[in-house]
């Protein structure tokens, strides 16, 4: 409930705030409770982080722990995208070695794949140039498995990848 009452300024929270500003007392195990608390409950954690940041009591922020948690959101983004990426460009690499099994369904799976990575790219402006540093990594990851998909040897797909991001991210674009 602590979200919660951040959100809606509940009693709840006001307690649990005033709390958290003892966050410098250590507890038994020499670690600042509001850093006990990030070990222990990380959810209640980020609430009474955003709560202290909106009162303006920013003394009383968990700064290492916060900015931690930061740099790990914006590096899970960023995995996100080039896991997309290498999902979509696995079934772009078998639907070009296995014209018998193409259909409807299978292009759809390739269409949701497309639109969950410009999904990531629009809730993440700061990723749009991203995708072309990581394309050739992404394109690296798929090639053994789609091969062994196809029946086929990691050969049997150029080392590097025959087509641009851009396309491979337009929904138009269906390789042949």
């Not at 009452?5 to 929270?13: A, E, I, N, S, W």
């Not at 995208?81 to 696995?90: F, I, Q, S, Y």
């Not at 299978?106 to 540093?133: C, F, K, M, Y």
Request: overall charge positive; glycine content about 10%; charged content about 25%.
């Amino acid at each position: 409930m602590p979200v919660r009452g951040l959100r809606h300024g509940g009693d709840v929270c006001r307690r649990r705030l005033r709390g958290a500003g003892a966050n410098h007392r250590h507890s038994t195990e020499g670690k600042p409770i509001n850093a006990r608390l990030h070990d222990e409950d990380f959810h209640t954690w980020t609430g009474t982080q955003a709560g202290l940041l909106r009162q303006g009591r920013r003394a009383e922020l968990d700064t290492a722990q916060l900015l931690e948690a930061l740099e790990a959101r914006g590096a899970r983004e960023r995995r996100e995208l080039a896991n997309g990426l290498t999902v979509l460009l696995a079934h772009l690499l078998e639907w070009t070695r296995q014209p018998d099994w193409r259909g409807n369904g299978w292009w759809r799976t390739i269409q949701i794949q497309r639109s969950d990575a410009a999904d990531v790219l629009d809730d993440n402006h700061g990723l749009r140039p991203e995708p072309g540093a990581i394309f050739g990594k992404a394109y690296a990851k798929p090639r053994l498995p789609a091969a062994n998909q196809a029946g086929l040897g990691e050969r049997a797909f150029p080392a590097n990848p025959p087509c641009s991001v851009d396309q491979v991210m337009s929904p138009g674009y269906r390789p042949e």
